[in-house]
């Protein structure tokens, strides 16, 4: 069964440090989101993106966070300077004909 | 603004016993609801979905029951096993697939 992934797995930077998490949808698919999970609270939508541009943000989703799908199969999200409360868990989720997303393992982003 | 709740937070049943877990939203405009699984340290997990057209949706052990009326959605879980030990978030979404609102979730156990 095809399937999300995303790498890496866990993520520890320095406050004021960029990062990159990296996602790879499902191929045939045409909608990518990144939702994040602050430890013990409920998802949280960033962003969503179609026809390699933004379709979506939320409140969240401020000019320290970007997003970029360079080639054909990984989609991307920066964090240009990392702050304490940054660190959470993220997800990407892709969407293909049908309404359903599926869901990668996440991110954990820790920031020191 | 609008929002996505449980009634309640943790949900213990005996296996082999039916499961009801509950979800209220306030957005009247929403028309489109997902439920999702998360297992620990896992994304989460599609599991069935309904549209504001429809009052009940049957999967495989699984039923949404969604009440435009009182705005609640809930899920059941016919013959719990212990597999189906997780938290459950319930979604909302009234853009055609975009911003998705999440419930803060609903943690199930599944007792021997």
């Known amino acids: 069964e095809p399937e999300v992934t995303q790498t890496p797995s866990h993520q520890v930077t320095q406050m004021g440090q960029e990062v990159i998490l990296r996602c790879v949808p499902i191929?045939?698919?045409?909608?990518f989101y990144w939702y994040r999970q602050i430890l013990g609270q409920k998802v949280e939508f960033l962003v969503s993106?179609?026809?390699?541009?933004?379709?979506?943000k939320s409140e969240i989703f401020d000019d320290q966070f970007s997003v970029e799908r360079p080639d054909g199969s990984n989609f991307t999200l920066k964090i240009r300077s990392t702050k304490l409360e940054d660190s959470a868990m993220y997800f990407c989720?892709?969407?293909?004909?049908?309404?359903?997303?599926?869901f990668g393992p996440g991110t954990r982003l820790t920031v020191t | 603004g609008e929002s996505v709740g449980l009634h309640l937070p943790t949900l213990s049943v005996q296996e082999g016993d039916n499961s009801i877990i509950n979800c209220a939203y306030s957005?009247?405009?929403?028309?489109?609801f997902i439920w999702y699984k998360q297992e620990s340290g896992k994304g989460p997990q599609f599991i069935i979905d309904i549209r504001s057209n429809m009052d009940k949706r049957q999967g495989q052990r699984v039923t949404v029951l969604l009440n435009k009326t009182v705005k609640h959605l809930s899920l059941q879980i016919a013959a719990t096993q212990p597999g189906d030990s997780a938290v459950y978030f319930c979604a909302e979404n009234n853009n055609y697939g975009q911003n998705f609102v999440f419930g803060p979730g609903t943690r199930l156990s599944v007792l021997p």
């Open positions: 989720a892709s969407v293909g004909s049908s309404d359903e997303q599926y």
């Open positions: 993106f179609y026809n390699n541009e933004i379709s979506e």
């Open positions: 191929s045939n698919h045409l909608y």
């Open positions: 957005n009247s405009a929403s028309d489109y």
